[in-house]
């Protein structure tokens, strides 16, 4: 099994930043995927980002050039900057980790942009 645990999330004003964490625990193997999903009120979950094991990144072209992944392997965690936040990007943000065993989703983070 696999438990994702996000952290990082909370209240910015409109062109601040936020760093997003997720750990993930228990049997993990080397090749995975893991991402960044989001879902505002009313909305779908949507990709907001993702890296494979070896580096393989996906952006959602409403987050390119403001938003970047990246993966400490050794930790097993995922990391998302996200700078020039727009109110828009106000949503719960789950982390999402993809491997041959099938899909583990984290609990989600709240993020709010508001001045």
């Known amino acids: 099994q696999v438990h994702l645990v996000e952290s990082g999330g909370g209240l910015v004003q409109p062109g601040g930043s936020l760093r997003l964490s997720c750990a993930a625990s228990g049997i993990i193997f080397n090749f995975n995927i893991m991402g960044w999903y989001r879902q505002a009120p009313g909305k779908e979950r949507e990709l907001v980002s993702s890296?494979?094991?070896?580096?393989?990144?996906t952006y959602a072209d409403s987050v390119k050039g403001r938003f970047t992944i990246s993966r400490d392997n050794a930790k097993s965690t995922v990391y998302l900057q996200m700078n020039s936040l727009k109110p828009e990007d106000t949503a719960v943000y789950y982390c999402k980790l993809t491997d041959f065993r099938g899909v583990y989703w984290g609990q989600g983070t709240q993020v709010t942009v508001s001045s």
């Open positions: 890296i494979g094991s070896g580096g393989e990144i």
